[in-house]
């Protein structure tokens, strides 16, 4: 779907048959996901069909950061509510909360990664910033209680995949000269990077892999 004052693209919910038009943070990965197809769809990146994913994937980052900065803390809530009439979407109240969520910057790392666009760069330190400001604690990081008020604090729980993932993608976000190549890596669901069965063959063989990804920047 897609919003009519800005033409914001989301994925909407299914409940029993019916739409339901939010989109949860969780849903961010999608973005990448789209990407990811695209870059190694067998009909090759310049096909109908992986145009169209990666224009769907990038559209879909993109709400995904607005989602982020929509909001006073700079920081994304659970879920937001779309809302035609009344704008794009409409301040969480039910699910203001902030878990430290992975997905949005898994996205942007891939996104960047693929397509050398220093955007999703850009947006992945705004985050890191507002997570420094409104989440980090004496000892850690910790939940957002409100992403539309921060001054309402925080909880006391901090959940493992912050560190596992979240940190982990904004910290290579940051790092061009990682030698992870998404042609030759995978991460699994906690972010940790795993060779490819090709690589691994590859480099059984006596075989160096290269480090760079080899794609083309795509616009």
Not at 22 to 51: E, I, Q, W
Not at 66 to 80: D, F, L, N, R, T
Not at 107 to 121: A, E, H, M, Q, W
Not at 178 to 193: A, M, Q, R, W, Y
Request: aromatic share 12%.
């Amino acid at each position: 779907y897609k919003t009519n004052r800005r033409g914001l693209t989301y994925i909407a919910d299914l409940d029993d048959r019916n739409i339901v038009h939010k989109m949860d943070h969780l849903v961010c990965f999608m973005a990448g996901n789209l990407a990811l197809g695209a870059y190694t769809d067998p009909r090759g990146l310049n096909s109908k069909r992986a145009r169209r994913d990666l224009k769907l994937g990038k559209a879909l980052a993109y709400t995904c950061y607005q989602m982020y900065a929509h909001h006073k803390s700079g920081i994304a809530p659970e879920y937001v509510k779309f809302d035609s009439e009344h704008g794009d979407f409409r301040k969480s109240v039910e699910a203001a909360f902030y878990y430290l969520r992975p997905e949005a910057v898994e996205s942007f790392f891939i996104l960047n990664k693929l397509t050398g666009d220093p955007v999703y760069r850009e947006w992945g330190w705004e985050i890191f910033q507002a997570i420094e400001e409104h989440c980090r604690s004496d000892v850690a990081y910790a939940s957002l209680s409100d992403v539309n008020d921060p001054s309402l604090g925080k909880t006391d729980k901090m959940e493992s995949f912050f560190l596992a993932e979240t940190l982990k993608y904004l910290y290579l976000l940051q790092d061009p000269d990682s030698e992870i190549d998404l042609n030759k890596h995978v991460f699994n669901t906690e972010g940790h990077p795993l060779k490819t069965f090709n690589t691994l063959k590859t480099e059984s063989n006596g075989k160096t892999c290269s480090t760079s990804t080899g794609a083309t920047p795509v616009r």
